[in-house]
């Protein structure tokens, strides 16, 4: 079971950037896909989670209207479109995954204590 995320990188307030989560070893079906990030000395925080069965999905309200979280079942991939970025975006952004919790909102599980499987982290700065 792996998670791979790609397309962080440098880019200056305003911009887009869309992130990747590459899934292999377990099917998408019934699972809570998560997006979260984490500065130097902060804990990590949720940033947006999907059920990938029905489509239910959560923002930060930090986030909500900028970023939008999607799920390509059929390719075992999950993307974080990210839209008029500003400086406090900064940070290290995580994939995660975990079977979904029935009778749970993806809101409730969007917490990184209730997933079990990680990506590496890829690294996004927005420049002011």
């Known amino acids: 079971v792996q998670l791979v995320e790609s397309g962080g990188g440098l880019v200056q307030a305003g911009g887009s950037l869309r992130l990747s989560c590459a899934a292999s070893g377990f099917s998408f079906d019934d699972y809570a896909i998560g997006w979260f990030r984490q500065t130097p000395g902060k804990e990590r925080e949720a940033v947006s989670c999907?059920?990938?069965?029905?489509?239910?999905?959560h923002y930060a309200d930090s986030v909500k209207g900028r970023f939008t979280i999607i799920s390509n079942n059929s390719e075992s991939t999950a993307y974080l479109q990210m839209t008029s970025l500003k400086p406090e975006d900064t940070a290290v952004y995580y994939c995660a995954a975990d079977v979904y919790i029935w009778g749970w909102t993806v809101s409730h599980q969007c917490q990184p204590q209730y997933f079990g499987t990680w990506g590496q982290g890829t690294q996004v700065t927005v420049s002011s």
């Open positions: 999907i059920n990938t069965s029905d489509g239910s999905t």
